[in-house]
């Protein structure tokens, strides 16, 4: 522990622990804008200066607060008249080059640039206004990159370098032509990005933002030509809360259906039904391949980021991920033939959006050239379309899916949260190949937020070796590792492995509510693991809905009707290409 001084209060923290966070647990905001809970501090703005004064000579010198350690005796000093005109100074050099269109952006009363020109009572500027001709990045339809309202705080290159490990963001140039984008120029579609917006949600100001169809929307639910369905995915009902003030991890799947439906969904489903299904393929093909001698480990295929890096980079291991469609796209499978068949509808008269805490969902959409889905909103752009539309979420009373592809099973719902697929496969195997439920049925070995997650399960007197792994950035030592393995020829270190983009899994995605932390992800993963625990069914084999579709649809899993319809291929991608 170590013991100093905060504005002549003296306080004792860990040893280690930033004059930031130091500040924090005594009761001092310190501001920041570079700084992210998420991202290793690199004092880019310096904003959150603060004075360390010598008690020997009373002498003060500047230092940084969210990338400097306490030490012992320290005096710290958070807040005086120098520190207010540097701060300020600094917010306004800044804005001098910062477009003054907050009305008309994305951010517009979510940005942190704005918040800190408001805390300070910034209404006019002493510099000149120096605005940069930069082009807009329009070349993925999920993702915008503004470099007009670049503010070069780092956080993206941080998040996308040191979280995802994809380098795609870098620093371009030097001096004052220094510009943050994709490397070499290029354009975004052109780089080796993945699609996962961790730059998105980790960006403080509106320079990467996603974009924003709502009126596409509105426009096609007022269409009587048109019969409009929604799904929403595990992920969603965990957060989308906070866009309304609520705690993160409060619940808001019964709101979801009833808001859904008040802006004029004719059926609204969840794609935790999906989830169930795709558990019935999944699990079935582990263990043929288990059974056949078929390439093992198989790697999960529900995170579209993680199948477009396992495309671009490792493409020698294409046979190795598993042959399902994400929830996602069985789920507008299902819509598109299932439900037009019960419903007496063409395809092309269904109106059908799927509601993902993924910026990637709607590349993942397009992939297979199937056109299950008219849209596909984030998190995010789902609650822009409730405020529109007056919806008070908040206060909204609960109602119920609609029957046929609503009813989901616990296991379907932890798809959410990085360990989910792996639990809610391990249920299922377990009981297809013992003939009875595993018990008890948590599987807490896959649970948390360690970086790489290990277990075994013995199914029919085979040990089945698993790992969890989320956060892209921790993935290239495992698939070096099974690299080598197959080309030694030998048995597999894991069986069955687990890859989700994100930090946390879906619940910590890129079209998630901004400000995601730990804490936040935490509180989203128990609103998950409370649904399953509350469910009268928790394994997706023991969904009634699930056993309905296959023996009034698809036949069985594995089956013809089922690969054609819920099954894909992939192929190798130039990493600089999305072509």
Known sequence: MVKLTINNREIEVEEGTTILKAAQSAGFKIPTLCYCDDLKPWASCGICVVKNVDPRTGRARMTRACCTAVTPGMNIVTND???????????????????????????????????????????????????????????????VLNRKKCISCGRCVTACQEMQGVYAMEYV???????????????????????????????????????NPIRKVFDKLADKNLTSVVSIAPAVRAAIGEEFGMEPGTLTTGKLYAALR????????????????????????????????KPLPMFTSCCPGWVDYCEKKYPDL????????????????????????????????????SI??????????????????????????????????????????????????????????????????????????????????????????????????LAEVTLGGKTLRIMVIHQIGKVDGVLETVRRELAAGKEPSYHFIEVMACR????????????????????????????????????????PEIKKIYDDFLGKPLGEKSHELLHTKYEAKDEYSND
């Open 504 to 543: 946390g899994g879906c619940i910590g995605g890129g079209g998630q509510p901004y400000g995601v932390t730990d804490e936040i992800r935490q509180a989203r993963t128990k609103a998950l693991y409370t649904d399953d625990e509350k469910s009268t069914i928790r394994q997706s084999h023991n969904n």
């Open 173 to 211: 140039n030097r001096g004052d032509k220094t510009v943050i984008g994709p490397v070499a120029g290029v354009d975004l579609a052109h780089s080796p990005c993945i699609k996962c917006g961790q730059c998105a949600v980790h960006c403080p100001v509106g320079a990467i933002t996603i974009r």
């Open 356 to 453: 993902m805490p993924c910026t990637a969902k709607l590349y993942e959409s397009t992939r297979d050239g199937a056109k299950n889905y008219d849209q596909v909103l984030t998190t995010r752009e789902l609650a822009m379309l409730l405020k529109e539309a007056g919806i008070d979420f908040a206060n909204i009373a609960d109602d119920k899916a609609d029957s046929i592809m609503g009813t989901y099973s616990g296991a379907g719902t932890i798809f959410g949260v990085t360990g989910g697929v792996m639990e809610a496969a391990v249920r299922t195997a377990y009981f297809l190949t013992e003939k009875k439920e595993l018990g008890p049925i948590e599987y807490k070995d896959v649970r948390g937020l360690a970086g790489t997650k």
């Open 81 to 143: 008249q120098d520190l207010y005109k540097a701060r300020r100074t600094v917010l306004e050099l800044i804005l001098s080059s910062h477009p003054d269109n907050c009305l008309k952006c994305a951010r517009n009363q979510n940005c942190e640039l704005q918040a800190l020109a408001a805390q300070f009572g910034i209404r006019d500027n002493p510099f000149d206004k120096i605005y940069r001709d930069l082009p807009l990045d329009e070349s993925y339809p999920e993702i």
């Open 262 to 293: 008040a802006i004029g969904f004719k059926y609204v489903f969840d794609t935790n039904f999906a989830a169930d299904l795709t558990i019935m393929e999944e699990g079935n093909e582990l263990l043929e391949r288990i059974k056949s001698g």
């Open 318 to 353: 294409i046979p190795h991920l598993s042959s399902c469609k994400s929830p996602q796209e069985m789920q507008g499978a299902m819509i598109k033939t299932y439900f037009a068949q019960e419903n007496n509808l063409k395809p092309e008269e269904i109106y059908n959006v």
